[in-house]
C-alpha cells in the first residue's frame, strides 16, 4: 500500500480534532472508532473481508503500513474468523496516541505541551494544514448533500463518524440535526463499513459482554429438574437485546 493516500483511521482522528482546542471529540469511543477503521482499511486493501458478522483474512501479505500490519498479523494469529464486535471491542491500548505520534512525524498536526491545573503535564495536538481536515469534510457534506452515493472510503468514513458520536461535533445544534441524520444513512452504502460501524455501536453498549443464551432444556430433563417452562423467564436473568436495535445505540 503507497502512501499517496490518507488512511480511514487518519482521516477519521484529522475529523475528531479540534482546531481550537487541539483534543479530540469522542476519545473513548473514537479508541473503538480507530479499531475499526483499520478493519475498513485493510478490507479496502484486499487484505480481509467480512464473513457474515466476522472478520476473515483473505490475503496476509503486509500493507506497508506498519500500524496495519500489526492488526492483520494478530488477526491471522487468531487461525479463524474473529467476530468484528469482538475484535473492536479488544484492548487497544495507545492506538490513538499511535496515529497522532504518525500524524505528527508526517507534518499533519504538531504537538504542543501543556499543564492540567498547572501541575500535571498534558500534550494537545494542533493541525498544521486545517485545509486538510477542511477538505475531509467536504467529502461527507458533499455525500449529505447530494444524495449521490459516495465511494467507498467516504462511505466508510461517514457510518464510523456517525458511529463514534462526531455528528454532534461536525453539524453541532438544532441547524445540524438534518446533517446528523443524512450522516447516520450514509452507512448503508458501504457493506464493510456499516458491519465495523454497527460493531463499534454495539461495543459502546455492551451488546459484546452479553453471555450467549444457554439452550432450552428438553421437556423431559425441566419435568424432572421442576424448571420452569421455557417461555418464562428466571427472575433476575436479563433478556438478550434484540439485534435490531443495534443501529440506533449512538445519539446523533
Given at each position: 500500500?503507497?502512501?499517496?493516500?490518507?488512511?480511514?483511521?487518519?482521516?477519521?482522528?484529522?475529523?475528531?480534532?479540534?482546531?481550537?482546542?487541539?483534543?479530540?471529540?469522542?476519545?473513548?469511543?473514537?479508541?473503538?472508532?480507530?479499531?475499526?477503521?483499520?478493519?475498513?482499511?485493510?478490507?479496502?486493501a484486499g487484505r480481509i473481508a467480512p464473513d457474515g458478522d466476522r472478520i476473515a483474512v483473505v490475503a496476509p501479505r503486509?500493507?506497508?503500513?506498519?500500524?496495519?500490519?500489526?492488526?492483520?498479523?494478530?488477526?491471522?494469529?487468531?487461525?479463524?474468523?474473529?467476530?468484528?464486535?469482538?475484535?473492536?471491542?479488544?484492548?487497544?491500548?495507545?492506538?490513538?496516541?499511535?496515529?497522532?505520534?504518525?500524524?505528527?512525524?508526517?507534518?499533519?498536526?504538531?504537538?504542543?505541551?501543556?499543564?492540567?491545573?498547572?501541575?500535571?503535564?498534558?500534550?494537545?495536538?494542533?493541525?498544521?494544514?486545517?485545509?486538510?481536515?477542511?477538505?475531509?469534510?467536504?467529502?461527507?457534506?458533499?455525500?449529505?448533500?447530494?444524495?449521490?452515493?459516495?465511494?467507498?472510503?467516504?462511505?466508510?468514513?461517514?457510518?464510523?463518524?456517525?458511529?463514534?458520536?462526531?455528528?454532534?461535533?461536525?453539524?453541532?445544534?438544532?441547524?445540524?440535526?438534518?446533517?446528523?441524520?443524512?450522516?447516520?444513512?450514509?452507512?448503508?452504502?458501504?457493506?464493510?463499513?456499516?458491519?465495523?460501524?454497527?460493531?463499534?455501536?454495539?461495543?459502546?453498549?455492551?451488546?459484546?459482554?452479553?453471555?450467549?443464551?444457554?439452550?432450552?432444556?428438553?421437556?423431559?430433563?425441566?419435568?424432572?429438574?421442576?424448571?420452569?417452562?421455557?417461555?418464562?423467564?428466571?427472575?433476575?436473568?436479563?433478556?438478550?437485546?434484540?439485534?435490531?436495535?443495534?443501529?440506533?445505540?449512538?445519539?446523533?
Amino acid at each position: 500500500m503507497g502512501r499517496s493516500r490518507r488512511t480511514i483511521p487518519e482521516e477519521l482522528l484529522l475529523l475528531a480534532l479540534d482546531p481550537t482546542t487541539g483534543t479530540t471529540a469522542q476519545p473513548q469511543s473514537l479508541d473503538l472508532g480507530l479499531a475499526g477503521a483499520q478493519l475498513v482499511e485493510l478490507a479496502l486493501a484486499g487484505r480481509i473481508a467480512p464473513d457474515g458478522d466476522r472478520i476473515a483474512v483473505v490475503a496476509p501479505r503486509p500493507t506497508g503500513d506498519p500500524t496495519l500490519d500489526c492488526a492483520l498479523e494478530l488477526l491471522r494469529r487468531r487461525g479463524a474468523p474473529v467476530r468484528a464486535v469482538h475484535w473492536i471491542g479488544g484492548p487497544r491500548l495507545g492506538l490513538r496516541q499511535t496515529y497522532l505520534s504518525h500524524l505528527e512525524r508526517c507534518g499533519m498536526v504538531h504537538a504542543v505541551a501543556g499543564q492540567m491545573c498547572g501541575v500535571l503535564p498534558t500534550t494537545r495536538y494542533q493541525a498544521t494544514d486545517t485545509e486538510i481536515s477542511r477538505e475531509i469534510k467536504a467529502r461527507l457534506d458533499n455525500a449529505i448533500r447530494t444524495g449521490v452515493p459516495p465511494d467507498p472510503r467516504t462511505a466508510a468514513l461517514a457510518a464510523l463518524a456517525h458511529a463514534v458520536g462526531l455528528g454532534k461535533h461536525l453539524y453541532p445544534g438544532n441547524e445540524g440535526r438534518s446533517s446528523r441524520s443524512r450522516l447516520r444513512d450514509l452507512i448503508r452504502h458501504d457493506p464493510m463499513g456499516g458491519l465495523v460501524a454497527h460493531a463499534v455501536m454495539d461495543v459502546q453498549n455492551g451488546v459484546a459482554a452479553q453471555p450467549r443464551r444457554s439452550p432450552a432444556p428438553s421437556p423431559g430433563r425441566q419435568a424432572a429438574a421442576g424448571a420452569r417452562p421455557a417461555s418464562e423467564p428466571s427472575r433476575g436473568v436479563p433478556m438478550q437485546p434484540r439485534r435490531g436495535s443495534m443501529a440506533r445505540a449512538v445519539a446523533h
